[in-house]
């Protein structure tokens, strides 16, 4: 979503985003891989919009042909 009518005053900030990622093989061409985030909003975010930080998390299995 563009953000418009954004404050003159609005910080220049946007954030940060710490992750972890790993990855495991299975063997027979299989592995599992995963990933959890956290974005923690700066003053940008705070100033124009929702300032609520982020979490996410995913999970995926992988395999060669």
């Not at 979490?55 to 042909?65: E, P, T």
């Amino acid at each position: 979503k563009v953000r418009s009518g954004i404050p003159a005053a609005a910080g220049s900030y946007v954030g940060q985003e710490v992750s972890l990622a790993g990855k495991y093989d299975l063997g027979g061409g299989l592995s599992a891989e995963g990933a959890y985030a956290r974005f923690y909003s700066g003053g940008y975010v705070d100033d124009t919009g929702s300032a609520d930080d982020a979490d996410w998390l995913y999970l995926q299995l992988c395999f060669k042909l």
